[in-house]
């Protein structure tokens, strides 16, 4: 359990076979700082070793899900070589989510941007709130997206649209994100509700043959995943070393639109 600020950063509740583990850093819009990304990791281990576990439902608290890594934390640090370990971290994070043997929801609200994406991104269903916006937003500030995000967008959109979404990085309504095939089911109601019916329903059925075949799915796409966690960290890398970066960076900081020169 990590306490920051007074609160549990990553809450985590288990009950009739359910696991509910809830991103709870609400005055930052769940951003994820190095502290929740490493809680994440113990958290998903804890659940993934956990056999009266079947699924995990993951959701944020506040007034959204996760607005990405927390930029502003990161450049708190001057530290170039922390770059390389927050990189690793993410990755063993991704990949315990992606290769988990339960069954995985994400119940998003409100804004998934970012890593958030790439997280939600990493379950077996996605569920989301109908006023929620989605966006891979890396490119405004001249980075390209990690978490794994080149991965869970071809996989789900396919190589030409997952370009068109990164290089736009525009928020996206959940009827148009829906559309593409990032979401599997739009919540009109009470998102709360609607994944309890969700739950409700698999718990229902045959759920270890259900994981069997997630398994076999997750293994013979693993490694690709891995490479692309790979191929991210150095593409990262290079990108914060351009020109455009810099730029992006400063017109986050000064809230203005970012004049990139494409070096």
């Known amino acids: 359990m990590t306490i920051q600020n007074g609160i549990e950063i990553v809450k985590l509740e288990v009950s009739n076979r359910v696991a ?3 991103l709870n850093r609400p005055e930052v819009l ?3 700082d190095v502290p929740m990304l490493k809680e ?10 956990n056999d009266d576990v079947s699924i995990l439902v993951i959701s944020g608290s506040g007034r959204g899900f996760s607005a990405g890594g927390d930029i502003k934390s990161m450049l708190s ?15 063993e994070m991704m990949v315990t989510l992606y290769t988990m043997p339960k069954l995985v929801i994400s119940a998003i609200h409100g804004p998934a941007a970012g890593l958030g994406l790439s997280f939600a991104l ?6 989301a709130e109908k006023q929620s916006v989605v966006a891979m937003n890396f490119i405004g ?4 997206p990690d978490g794994g995000g080149h991965f869970f967008l071809e996989r789900r959109l396919g190589e030409s649209k997952a ?9 996206l309504r959940v009827d148009e994100a829906t559309q593409l095939g990032l979401i599997d089911q739009v919540v009109e109601g009470d998102l709360r509700e609607a994944v309890k019916n969700k739950v409700s329903e698999w718990l229902n059925k045959p759920v270890k043959a259900m994981i069997q075949s997630k398994q076999i799915l997750s293994n013979l796409h693993t490694p690709t995943l891995l490479k692309t966690l790979e191929l991210e960290k150095e593409g990262q890398q290079a990108m914060r070393q351009t020109a455009d970066h810099q730029e992006g960076i400063q017109a986050f900081l000064e809230k203005r639109r970012p004049t990139f020169l494409g070096k």
């Open 141 to 144: 500030i001249g980075l390209i």
């Open 40 to 49: 994440l990791v113990r958290t998903l281990k804890e659940v993934a070793e």
């Open 77 to 91: 640090s001057e530290d170039e070589s922390a770059f390389g370990p927050i990189m690793d971290t993410i990755a």
């Open 163 to 171: 370009k068109q979404v990164i290089w736009e990085g525009k928020s």
């Open 122 to 127: 990493a379950a077996d269903y996605i569920m």
């Open 30 to 32: 769940n951003a994820m």
């Open 20 to 22: 509910t583990l809830t």
